[in-house]
């Protein structure tokens, strides 16, 4: 028994010895076995999966359109996508339709970043001291649920007919998404990724900047994506309802303008272009950033 | 000296490391209970250990002995109950999954471990490419942790571990996740990197056989609370291979005592 112990032990070093040397080519062996090929898809294959079904269903709302012009037979009630179209080239000729869409946007854009500058800091609050979020957490989830449109009142009564009432109302229902993205966000920090910052001595201020800020970012974006739809909204219920000369013509009272001089075409150019705008700045602003931290977490599910 | 004394002692001798260190963590009387609904529970009893300079000591436990609490201590994210624990310098931890930060690229997540143990910016980058060498994974800077395969992702998280410089690394069960190819290869590695840094290794696992492929030293320990049951001192020489003859018959050895000492709760 004892010969044979010692004949195994040194068999064992020999070939373990051997066995350092191929440890290289094995290893290398299973990381090309193991290598995970990820390829972006081409044009064709987004054209097919992405742009060519929204193409599609924008055909038949159009067909339906036009089909159902005649059978209406009422300018008033449902205008002919031919006079709207005429609205369109009327505002494009007398340059006023990229005004229309500029004094909205840089209003909307304004009172997003100042809800930005807002929600952010209160979000950290929030979702970091104990006190505060059992204060004021459950108001801040219930303010999402409120219509915006019912700050405007208050909002006019305080602050009258001008651009600090459109951007209060704009703040009021974008910052608590803001905020509650991040605080959710930050409650989804894997508790492991913040016991290895930890060992590696990101504690305090180190922590939250390196592991939980970053962490917490894909649901920082949603809540940025929800904020953005949130300042829309309310912008233009601010605009229809503080319809006010000297404020300029904002999509909102573009609206409002059609409704009073029941110019049926003018209304569907107001709301065509307020949906236009609010899914053009989703689509170039916000969901670009968004599938760029997903992806590059390897969070976004290839189709 | 009273325990408080003692624990207030262990948190002040990180930083005072002064002569040469005789050991890179010892554990002196440790104990730990929780709080439950059903009053304080007992985790670990009364464990004692010493880790020499350049140890490779493996902790043997089946479920309910205390492994991972008993790590967490040592890398200080939590404290004693009773009992002094000392390290030579901030231990470095490796966890059974990976826990790299997947908003960075595997170098970055090097580089971070540096950046916060305060290397200046300009050696950072080279420091980097030289850990990722040691593990195998040149060329690898810039890849996403989501395109590693998962034992790619322990080598880099072995590399992140080792830009800490710590005199001793903690490994809580870090190879468990693993398929047994991988672990093989992973072991092998894992022995020639202790080899060329002379580090100190306290290894977590439930893995017999690991255990003695790895280790110098094997301690047993009981299940709830953990108490120290065995201890046993493998000299086979390094590499071994987890199939050699004496890794096994030691390890049959040891399964025996381990598996005694589950009986015993079966009883109870």
């Known amino acids: 028994m004892a010969s044979s112990e010692t004949r195994t032990t040194e068999s064992t070093g020999e070939s373990a010895a051997g066995t350092l040397g191929q440890i290289v080519s094995v290893e290398a062996g299973l990381d090309a076995l193991d290598l995970v090929v990820t390829s972006r898809p081409t044009f064709r294959q987004t054209f097919v999966n992405k742009i060519f079904p929204p193409i599609v269903a924008l055909a038949v709302v159009m067909v339906v359109w036009v089909i159902l012009t005649p059978i209406v037979d009422d300018p008033s009630k449902l205008p002919s996508p031919s006079a709207v179209g005429g609205e369109f080239k009327d505002a494009w000729l007398k340059g006023d339709l990229l005004g229309y869409i500029w004094t909205s946007v840089s209003r909307g854009l304004l009172g997003f970043f100042f809800a930005l500058l807002i929600g952010t800091p209160l979000g950290l609050v929030v979702a970091r001291v104990k006190f505060v979020r059992a204060a004021i957490g459950p108001i801040l989830s219930g303010l999402q649920s409120l219509p915006s449109v019912a700050w405007v009142p208050p909002a006019v009564i305080w602050l009258g007919l001008n651009n600090s009432m459109m951007y209060t109302v704009i703040l009021l229902g974008a910052v608590p998404s803001i905020a509650n993205g991040l605080v959710s966000g930050v409650d989804q920090v894997p508790p492991l990724f913040l016991r290895a910052g930890r060992t590696m001595g990101a504690t305090g201020v180190k922590g939250i900047w390196h592991v939980t800020l970053p962490a917490a970012l894909p649901g920082y974006v949603a809540g940025l994506k929800q904020g953005w739809a949130f300042s829309w909204r309310s912008l233009m219920a601010a605009e229809i309802i503080a319809n006010f000369p000297d404020l300029g013509v904002g999509l909102g009272q573009l609206l409002e303008n059609g409704r009073t001089a029941s110019d049926m075409a003018m209304v569907f150019e107001a709301i065509v272009l307020i949906l236009f705008v609010g899914i053009a700045i989703d689509l170039l602003l916000f969901s670009p950033v968004e599938r760029w931290v997903l992806r590059s977490r390897g969070l976004l599910v290839k189709s | ?268």
């Not at chain 2, 309910?64 to 002094?84: E, H, Y």
């Not at chain 2, 022995?191 to 290794?201: A, F, K, P, Y």
């Open chain 2, 1 to 268: 000296m009273t325990s408080q004394e003692v624990t207030t002692m262990a948190t002040t001798l990180a930083k005072e490391t002064t002569a040469a260190v005789e050991y890179a963590a010892r554990l002196e009387h440790v104990s730990k209970s929780f709080a439950t609904p059903g009053g304080q529970q007992l985790v670990l009893d009364d464990i004692t250990i010493d880790v020499a300079p350049g140890e490779f000591v493996t902790l043997l436990g089946a479920s309910g002995c205390g492994k991972s609490t008993l790590l967490n201590l040592v890398a200080g994210l939590d404290r004693p109950s009773t009992g002094s624990i000392t390290t030579d310098g901030r231990p470095a931890l490796m966890f059974q999954e990976h826990a790299l930060f997947p908003w960075l690229t595997a170098g970055k997540n090097i580089e971070l471990a540096l950046k916060l143990r305060g290397v200046p910016k300009d050696q950072r980058r080279g420091r980097t490419e030289e850990l990722l060498e040691l593990v195998r994974l040149q060329g690898s800077y810039g890849k996403r942790v989501h395109e590693l395969s998962g034992g790619m992702r322990q080598r880099v998280a072995m590399a992140r571990a080792l830009a800490q410089e710590s005199r001793i690394l903690l490994m809580d069960e870090p190879f468990a996740a693993l398929d047994a190819i991988t672990r093989d290869v992973l072991h092998d590695e894992l022995t020639r990197i202790w080899g060329e840094t002379g580090l100190s290794v306290l290894f977590v696992t439930h893995n017999v056989r690991e255990a003695v492929r790895l280790a110098q030293r094997v301690i047993l320990l009981s299940s709830r609370p953990g108490r120290i049951a065995r201890e046993w001192t493998v000299d086979i020489p390094q590499p071994r291979r987890i199939e050699d003859a004496p890794v096994a018959e030691l390890s049959l050895e040891i399964t025996d005592v381990l598996r005694g000492e589950i009986r015993r709760h079966g009883q109870q």
